[in-house]
Structures are given as C-alpha cells and as structure tokens.
Nanobody, 116 residues
Framework: QVQLVESGGGLVQAGGSLRLSCAAS????????MGWYRQAPGKQRELVAA???????NYGDSVKGRFTISRDNAKNTVYLQMNSLKPEDTAVYYC??????????WGQGTQVTVSS
C-alpha cells in the first residue's frame, strides 16, 4: 500500500519560511521522480518543484530562487524549503511520486497560508 504523507504546512507571515516534508512508503523511493504541486482555490493544480530519481531539479517560474526541493533516499523523504513566502503562495501543497508515465501517486495535501 502506497502512502505519501505530507507535513510542515501552516500559517506564516509574508517573507517567512516553511519546510514541507513528504514521507513515502510502499514504493522503491529511490526509483521514483518526486514532486511538489499546489492548488489554490479556483485555480488549477500547478507544478511547484520536481526532482528526478537522479537528483535533477525543476521549478515553476513563480518559485525559482525562493524554493528548494531535495530528497533523502535513506529516509524515503522529499522536502520543499520555501523562503521569502508571498501571499500568492497560499495553496494546498501536494506531494507526487511518479515512475515513468504509467505510475503516479499523490499525497493528501497540506495547507500553506501566507498572510500579508
């Protein structure tokens, strides 16, 4: 049974920082590409950041230079360090695990709220 469990969300003032974690179980974590997506009310889910099984990183344009994705294969965990947060970063953040184009798992999401 595959589980992706996000943690670390919460309420923060603009300019602050948060670190999200996603602990994976039930998959061979090191073989999966991992990502963080977010969805704000009334908007489509969008890519925030992704890291391949080999460690290559990709970021959405709106978070480049502010957010950093990393992974610890020994702990089966992917992280998202979010700095210089803005009110427009407010959304539910979802963890994603992907293997090729066939297998795709999602976490339940964690709320991030940035106050102005």
């Amino acid at each position: 049974q595959v589980q992706l469990v996000e943690s670390g969300g919460g309420l923060v003032q603009a300019g602050g920082s948060l670190r999200l974690s996603c602990a994976a179980s039930g998959i061979i974590f090191s073989s999966y590409d991992m990502g963080w997506y977010r969805q704000a009310p009334g908007k489509q889910r969008e890519l925030v950041a992704a890291i391949t099984s080999r460690g290559s990183q990709n970021y959405g344009d709106s978070v480049k230079g502010r957010f950093t994705i990393s992974r610890d294969n020994a702990k089966n965990t992917v992280y998202l360090q979010m700095n210089s947060l803005k009110p427009e970063d407010t959304a539910v953040y979802y963890c994603n695990a992907k293997w090729g184009t066939v297998i795709n798992y999602w976490g339940q999401g964690t709320q991030v709220t940035v106050s102005s």
